[in-house]
């Protein structure tokens, strides 16, 4: 018999608009396990309504928040029972979330939107907010926060590079 195991990923606070749309706040820095076509589970289960739900729309609001849609709520009424619930999902699917936990941004470029290329992760520094990657190159040792407001997208191949978004004061340039 197998045992699958759940990873809380987000609540639902409320309705947003007359759509089927929630707003939701993302558990652990977890948005970038959410994208269409996720499956999470609503708990604790509706009594009335779907308990399986696949994300048809996922927008960021702020930092923690997003505007998701799922293919089955089609109306703002359905929406609305979902207010207070929380979502988890299988750890299986969270594939994103444990690489992204491991080592491997080590030896990958980084490329910054204003300041061009920042070298590449020679260290990866764990802390009980966030990882932290150092990064080595013409700037000398970039100590680079992996968050949200920090990395604008990761590679998808092996030869792509890392790209982020540097908030001032962390590069004396």
Not at 34 to 43: N, P, R
Not at 81 to 95: Q, V
Not at 112 to 129: F, H, K, M
């Amino acid at each position: 018999m197998s045992h699958l195991s759940y990873e809380l990923v987000a609540r639902i606070s409320k309705m947003r608009g007359l759509t089927g749309e929630v707003t939701a706040t993302c558990a652990r820095d977890l948005p970038f396990c959410l994208h269409e076509g996720f499956d999470v589970f609503v708990v604790p289960p509706l009594l009335y309504g779907p308990r399986h739900l696949t994300i048809s729309s996922v927008r960021r609001l702020d930092d923690s928040n997003v505007a998701l849609g799922f293919e089955q709520v089609p109306d703002a009424d359905a929406a609305s029972e979902l207010s207070g619930h929380w979502l988890l999902a299988a750890e299986d699917d969270l594939e994103f979330e444990e690489s992204f936990d491991e080592q491997w941004a080590l030896g990958f470029e980084v490329v910054d939107e204003r300041y061009g290329s920042l070298g590449t992760v020679s260290e990866i520094i764990q802390t009980p907010a966030n990882d932290v990657w150092v990064v080595t190159g013409p700037y000398g040792e970039v100590l680079v926060p992996v968050i949200d407001e920090t990395i604008v997208s990761l590679p998808e191949t092996d030869d792509e590079p890392i790209t982020t978004k540097i908030m001032d004061g962390l590069i004396d340039a």
